[in-house]
């Protein structure tokens, strides 16, 4: 989003706290269940409106209209235990929390 494209956005930042923070709840639980991660990634892409960013539209809002996601994972466990472990480490991330479910942010103004 505008820029010489030199480095990530702010947007992209989010996507990879995203992704950060499922490998790191990833790793945990599935050193819980003793399951041997040999590989983990993530694709993620979203949909964003600029004209909601530039405040051209009240109508659009300013961030992601969708996030998709995908895991890539290769593991010492079977697809059943990966999907469980995957249903347990949505359900427990962080991030992926305060993504997907509402949350209220008390924002403060103030002058220096």
């Known amino acids: ?13 989010l996507l990879a706290a995203i992704g950060s923070c499922l490998s790191v709840t990833y790793a945990g639980h ?3 269940h003793g399951i041997q991660l040999n590989d983990l990634s ?4 979203g949909d964003i409106d600029l004209r909601g960013f530039l405040g ?3 109508e ?3 961030g992601y209209d969708q996030l998709r996601a995908t895991t890539h994972i290769d593991a010492d466990a079977s697809e ?4 469980e472990l995957h249903e347990e480490v949505t359900a427990t991330s962080p991030v992926y929390d305060n993504v997907t479910n509402e949350v209220t942010l008390d924002f403060d103004l103030q002058f220096e």
Not at 1 to 9: F, I, Q
Not at 42 to 45: G, I, K, P, R, T
Not at 80 to 83: C, G, I, Q, S
């Open 1 to 13: 989003m505008l820029g010489d494209r030199a480095g990530p956005n702010a947007v992209e930042h």
């Open 30 to 32: 599935a050193a819980a």
């Open 42 to 45: 993530f694709e993620f892409e």
């Open 56 to 58: 051209l539209s009240d």
């Open 60 to 62: 659009v809002r300013a």
């Open 80 to 83: 059943d235990e990966l999907r």
